[in-house]
């Protein structure tokens, strides 16, 4: 069987038609098509073309193309066998669209689709750490450590039982919004004392069950 009936038998095939269908559909007789499929006769210019306009396909490609054989990536197999390889694709970090803020915040983390969010950077040094997301600071409260208009990158944690006492955290809180501060122990079991960096600002407490997701602060860019 030659390549253009066996493209006949596999087009239809993918189009899940009948004989009968197919060559009512073109307006062949059924026997007329039949032989084209069989390889007992070939269809005349018009016919062809009929038959590459139905398909939506080139008349050579109908002709000479197997579409029944898997198609190869010519590039792929000129980079295989000449030991080339293309670097992998740089992974990206989503900018948060609201502030952590060094203070009270008002917005929630809570329930964003970090997936979803289109303004991107990449941060190769930060590769190795595994961060889930960048995000803006506000307000002056973990100065000098942090400014306002820092960005700083952040690692999600499981659970607040993976809570590293004094590191810097981005906390989604119910009640004061997403903060960046440093949790540290509180007396009470089912609360966390939350502490600034700026000596102006006093420790206050917040109850584990009104945090949301509590991030881990891994790095920080800054633009002098």
Not at 53 to 74: A, G, H, M, Q, R
Not at 136 to 142: D, H, K, L, R, W
């Amino acid at each position: 069987m030659d390549i253009f009936s066996k493209n006949l038998i596999y087009l239809r095939k993918k189009l899940n038609l009948t004989q009968e269908k197919l060559s009512e559909n073109i307006g062949f007789k059924r026997s007329k098509y039949a032989g084209y499929e069989a390889g007992k006769s070939k269809p005349e210019y018009n016919s062809l073309i009929r038959l590459c306009e139905y398909y939506d396909v080139s008349v050579d490609n109908l002709i000479y193309t197997d579409f029944s054989e898997p198609k190869k990536d010519i590039m792929k197999i000129i980079r295989e066998a000449s030991g080339f390889s293309l670097p992998p694709k740089e992974k990206t970090y989503p900018l948060m669209p609201m502030k952590g803020f060094a203070g009270k915040g008002s917005e929630l983390l809570d329930g964003i689709n970090l997936d979803a969010i289109e303004e991107r950077y990449t941060l190769t040094l930060f590769d190795a750490l595994k961060p889930d997301f960048i995000i803006t600071v506000t307000g002056n409260s973990m100065q000098p450590t942090y400014l306002s208009g820092d960005k700083v990158i952040c690692k999600l944690i499981e659970s607040a039982d993976y809570v590293q006492w004094n590191k810097p955290y981005i906390i989604d809180s119910i009640s004061q919004g997403v903060l960046l501060k440093r949790l540290k122990p509180s007396s009470n079991i089912d609360m966390f004392t939350i502490k600034s960096d700026n000596a102006d600002y006093d420790d206050f407490e917040i109850p584990r069950k009104d945090i949301r997701k509590i991030a881990i602060v891994v790095g920080l860019c800054r633009i002098e």
